[in-house]
């Protein structure tokens, strides 16, 4: 009977061609998958996964919002103009906001001519003007381009360095820890033209190599992510914690040139500022022109970000209150998750980096929610707890169930909740 099975599939035409032809190709893909480093493979599936996801989810919100009647509100309207200068296609062009367009705008000044806009750093702009010209000139898809990118490395990070600290490099510890920083509540703010990967991705570079011990790599990167924001040469203090962690805590004149020896590349991270100031300097005439930039075009000055976060609490702003209220939650989390000794250098970068926002005051902490992204232990703490039976889900369909509200909210132009 089996003979006579063979003998009938045989002569049906290509009958024995497509069970081989499917074999084929499923070995072929095996192959290819295999020849992937695994961190890889999962990194991209979740980048391109989340990619789709959000993109669809975007282009479905703002088709439905176009039917309510008054959309978009009037001061959100000439966002909607920007973004169709920059693309028809809205599943590109939702990916741009406010700031997006400052950047294009400092990507495509030319260097050769006096000038005048000093209130935002320019890593992340500069990065852009060598991509445009292999772009057709379109310097607002270079920078998208180098945000995406970013992200992919940064998820890269999140695995290596969630698999270190988590557990004894375990895989389902990464995996974790790259699931829990894309739940973070504007954690979709990643994908857009805006420098949250950017800073992020430097942030767990720095992180993963000072583990590893490898302290010019540290220096190198922490020198470009002073560049890529205000509050990056402030992360020398997490980062020489982490030195002072590798020597047991140890204080003494007879270990001080011990930390000279292994620590001095984090000279180059406040020397990324400088580099900063210097180009104010040299275009503008002012060492601090980015300091008066920033006072003079939104109010900005230094104060006490407790005084901030309490006046928000009490006043009558719900919008406020919800963005102070997030921020004492990630604080929280952090507190309580990262309180193990080895943790501490982790637990005063989440503290920097959510403090200082605030310490600017309003002006700034109307865009808490989208600097709060730079806190991404809190997403290593949610990835430990996460290890306990059933904690998993909720948290994730929690998180999931806040980014979604935060997202369709950001979509419908009342952006300045968000940044």
Same mark, same amino acid.
């Given at each position: 009977?089996?003979?006579?099975?063979?003998?009938?599939?045989?002569?049906?035409?290509?009958?024995?061609?497509?069970?081989?032809?499917?074999?084929?190709?499923?070995?072929?893909?095996?192959?290819?998958?295999?020849?992937? @480093?695994?961190?890889?493979?999962?990194?991209?599936?979740?980048?391109?996964?989340?990619?789709?996801?959000?993109?669809?989810? +975007?282009?479905?919100?703002?088709?439905?919002?176009?039917?309510?009647?008054?959309?978009?509100?009037?001061?959100?309207?000439?966002?909607?103009?920007?973004?169709?200068?920059?693309?028809? #296609?809205?599943?590109?062009?939702?990916?741009?906001?406010?700031?997006?367009?400052?950047?294009? #705008?400092?990507?495509?000044?030319?260097?050769?001519?006096?000038?005048?806009?000093?209130?935002?750093?320019?890593?992340?702009?500069?990065?852009?003007?060598?991509?445009?010209?292999?772009?057709?000139? #379109?310097?607002?898809?270079?920078?998208?381009?180098?945000?995406?990118?970013?992200?992919?490395?940064?998820?890269?990070?999140?695995?290596?360095?969630?698999?270190?600290?988590?557990?004894?490099?375990? @895989?389902?510890?990464?995996?974790?820890?790259?699931?829990?920083?894309?739940?973070?509540?504007?954690?979709?703010?990643?994908?857009?033209?805006?420098?949250?990967?950017?800073?992020?991705?430097?942030?767990?570079?720095?992180?993963?190599?000072?583990?590893?011990?490898?302290?010019?790599?540290?220096?190198?990167?922490?020198?470009?992510?002073?560049?890529?924001?205000?509050?990056?040469?402030?992360?020398?203090?997490?980062?020489?914690?982490?030195?002072?962690?590798?020597?047991?805590?140890?204080?003494?004149?007879?270990?001080?040139?011990?930390?000279?020896?292994?620590?001095?590349?984090?000279?180059?991270?406040?020397?990324?500022?400088?580099?900063?100031?210097?180009?104010?300097?040299?275009?503008?005439?002012?060492?601090?022109?980015?300091?008066?930039?920033?006072?003079?075009?939104?109010?900005?000055?230094?104060?006490?970000?407790?005084?901030?976060?309490?006046?928000?609490?009490?006043?009558?702003?719900?919008?406020?209150?919800?963005?102070?209220?997030?921020?004492?939650?990630?604080?929280?989390?952090?507190?309580? +998750?990262?309180?193990?000794?080895?943790?501490?250098?982790?637990?005063?970068?989440?503290?920097?980096?959510?403090?200082? @926002?605030?310490?600017?005051?309003?002006?700034?902490?109307?865009?808490?929610?989208?600097?709060?992204?730079?806190?991404?232990?809190?997403?290593?703490?949610?990835?430990?707890?996460?290890?306990?039976?059933?904690?998993?889900?909720?948290?994730?369909?929690?998180?999931?169930?806040?980014?979604?509200?935060?997202?369709?909210?950001?979509?419908?132009?009342?952006? #300045?909740?968000?940044?």
């Amino acid at each position: 009977m089996a003979d006579e099975r063979r003998a009938g599939t045989a002569d049906v035409p290509g009958s024995d061609l497509r069970p081989t032809g499917r074999a084929r190709l499923a070995s072929a893909g095996r192959r290819l998958a295999g020849r992937i @480093p695994a961190p890889w493979g999962f990194v991209l599936a979740v980048f391109v996964g989340s990619k789709i996801v959000l993109s669809l989810v +975007g282009v479905l919100v703002l088709t439905a919002w176009d039917g309510v009647p008054g959309a978009p509100p009037a001061d959100e309207a000439m966002t909607r103009v920007q973004q169709d200068r920059i693309s028809s #296609h809205r599943w590109v062009s939702l990916w741009f906001a406010w700031d997006s367009f400052i950047y294009d #705008h400092l990507a495509r000044l030319p260097l050769d001519q006096p000038w005048k806009d000093f209130g935002f750093p320019l890593l992340y702009p500069f990065l852009a003007r060598p991509l445009a010209p292999l772009l057709g000139g #379109h310097t607002a898809w270079a920078l998208l381009l180098v945000a995406n990118v970013a992200l992919l490395f940064q998820l890269w990070f999140a695995y290596r360095l969630g698999a270190r600290l988590l557990g004894d490099e375990d @895989p389902d510890d990464g995996r974790r820890a790259v699931r829990y920083l894309l739940l973070l509540p504007t954690a979709f703010l990643f994908q857009a033209a805006l420098t949250e990967s950017l800073f992020v991705c430097l942030a767990l570079a720095a992180f993963w190599y000072a583990e590893q011990r490898r302290w010019l790599v540290v220096g190198i990167v922490g020198y470009f992510l002073a560049m890529s924001r205000s509050v990056g040469f402030v992360v020398v203090i997490p980062l020489a914690l982490v030195l002072l962690r590798q020597h047991g805590w140890r204080l003494s004149p007879r270990s001080l040139p011990r930390y000279v020896r292994e620590g001095w590349p984090l000279l180059l991270v406040p020397a990324g500022w400088l580099t900063f100031m210097a180009f104010c300097r040299w275009q503008g005439g002012d060492w601090f022109a980015y300091q008066h930039a920033q006072e003079k075009g939104w109010g900005i000055r230094v104060q006490n970000p407790l005084g901030v976060a309490g006046s928000a609490l009490a006043g009558d702003n719900s919008a406020d209150a919800l963005r102070v209220w997030i921020a004492v939650a990630m604080l929280a989390v952090a507190a309580v +998750g990262l309180r193990r000794r080895a943790d501490w250098p982790y637990l005063v970068y989440t503290v920097i980096v959510v403090l200082v @926002p605030l310490s600017m005051g309003p002006p700034v902490y109307k865009s808490l929610l989208r600097y709060l992204l730079a806190a991404f232990p809190v997403a290593l703490v949610l990835a430990r707890w996460a290890r306990r039976p059933g904690l998993d889900g909720w948290l994730t369909a929690g998180l999931a169930l806040l980014q979604g509200a935060l997202f369709a909210v950001w979509l419908t132009y009342w952006t #300045h909740l968000i940044i």
